[in-house]
């Protein structure tokens, strides 16, 4: 099969994953699992991790949404944990990150979310934007914010990733402004819970803005005119509410779309309850309790369920139970403030850590050519069983005298991106001399030595000066660490000898020639 002309920084066969990922954004939260299953195991066999780890998190998501947050936590742990070359753009790390921290917030494991969250932040401060990748991380940082009930960073995090996307046709453009608005009704119904009246009704109104222009005439959007209904309802426009919910609920239902079914029934209970209708009200608040999912949806609901209950049974004992609930929530809504804190707390230890890290790249690095340097070598070679491999540039001196040392060092760079496409573990310890670190068997690093040999053979050398040629010869060892950097050295040394430009290997002569 032929790889596509152009490969996307996602993976060469990024249109399985960004199908996935529309599916996702879309709410088609069963299919998404039906198209994971068929493009995993295509992928694989592909030879596409980019695009099998989006795959993943396209899964992963849908996992979460439908309310199985620990199968879906597996999957993002796992996505979390791998980090090699091929994993793909920092941008979607961060995604990864935020989309995981929201699952361990969701099971109560507040400490390590937050510390996934200051991570994801972290990257994210420093990566392009205006992009699908930044504006589909800011997003999942968003939600992992609303889920700790950060709400001011997921506002926030909403709209940096609405200003990704300048087109307000674009599909992800309104999926964001759906979401934001959806964030902020939910913001001031928790408002609304402490008695931050004011406050909620601003935040309303802005949702309320929002959504109406998303349900405007041409638009086609379940999601927008559920949560329209539910803002209406809760500003007391009953009758524009009821429009919508008679318009959509039965529908929706029949399509199986819990999400928006549910905003419906919460809505049409809202609108029962302001006109005295307290037994129809419950009916519709337990409705939608039978299709919430995510802990914040039981929180909603049954605060309004708790609201009917006493207006059913009005009297000082209610009245003291309604006191006593008030007072619980408005102690559960100022643990924000410890969450806020612990986040600034994770935020600095991640900066800390990202300085020393760069600290320690800067002290193990060749600043040429971005590899590992003599002293990452020493420290490697000292410990290292696997197979190593010796790079030598055939006649670089020439080089140097005939094109200048400007060329010289252009060749270098060029050499080590094709050892480091090849080899994440790959060094520059001396002038010319690179060394390739490969854990796999000796038969495969056979075949990869071989493979950069050829590719920096065929690479068009004349672009960066005409009459400009240049080949490597190679010498390949395995064993454990004492006397492999000899042997492979031997083996070099037995490549020049033989006539250059090539892969020699103990015991015997290799002429790859």
Known sequence: MNLPAVVSPYGPYAGMGLRIHDLTIRGHHGETLAAADEAEAVLLLLGDQRTHRVSRLGRMYALSALGRPDEALVIGQELVADDGPATGPRTTDAKILADTARMLIQVGRMDEGLHHVARAMNILDVVPRKSLRYFSAMASLADAARAAELYELAESAMLQAIDAFENPDDLYRSSAELEYAELLLEWALRLEHVQRCEESAAILAKAVRILSYWTGPGTNAPLAEALLALGLAKQGRHADALDLVGKNLLPLRQAGQQHETRLLHLAQGVVLRGLGDL???????????????????????????????????????????????????????????????????????????????????????????????????????????????????????????????????????????????????????????????????????????????????????????????????????????????????????????????????????????
């Open 279 to 513: 037994r129809g009200a419950r009916r519709e608040f337990l409705a939608a309790n039978e299709l919430a999912v995510q802990p914040y949806q039981f929180l909603i609901v049954q605060y309004e369920l708790a609201v009917t209950a006493g207006l059913e049974t009005p009297g000082e004992a209610t009245a003291t139970i309604m006191t006593a609930l008030h007072t619980h929530i408005r102690m559960l809504w100022q643990l924000r403030l410890d969450r806020r804190t612990m986040l600034q707390q994770a935020y600095r230890r991640v900066e800390l850590e990202a300085a020393r890290r760069t600290a320690d790249h800067a002290a193990t690095s060749d600043a040429l050519t971005g590899l590992g340097n003599r002293r990452s070598f020493d420290s490697r070679i000292a410990t290292f069983t696997g197979t190593l491999v010796l790079v030598d540039v055939d006649s670089f001196k020439a080089i140097n005298d005939e094109f200048s040392h400007g060329v010289g060092d252009r060749v270098l760079v060029e050499i080590a991106s094709v050892l480091h496409a090849h080899c994440h573990d790959a060094v520059r310890f001396g002038g010319d001399e690179f060394a390739l670190f490969l854990s796999g068997s000796e038969h495969e690093a056979r075949r990869i030595a071989e493979q950069v040999r050829r590719v920096i053979l065929g690479r068009d050398w004349a672009a960066i000066m005409p009459g400009l040629t240049v080949t490597v010869s190679m010498g390949l060892a395995s064993g454990r660490a004492g006397s492999l950097y000899d042997r492979a050295d031997a083996q070099l040394y037995a490549a020049k000898r033989a006539g250059r430009n090539r892969l020699v290997s103990a015991p015997f002569l290799r002429n790859s020639a």
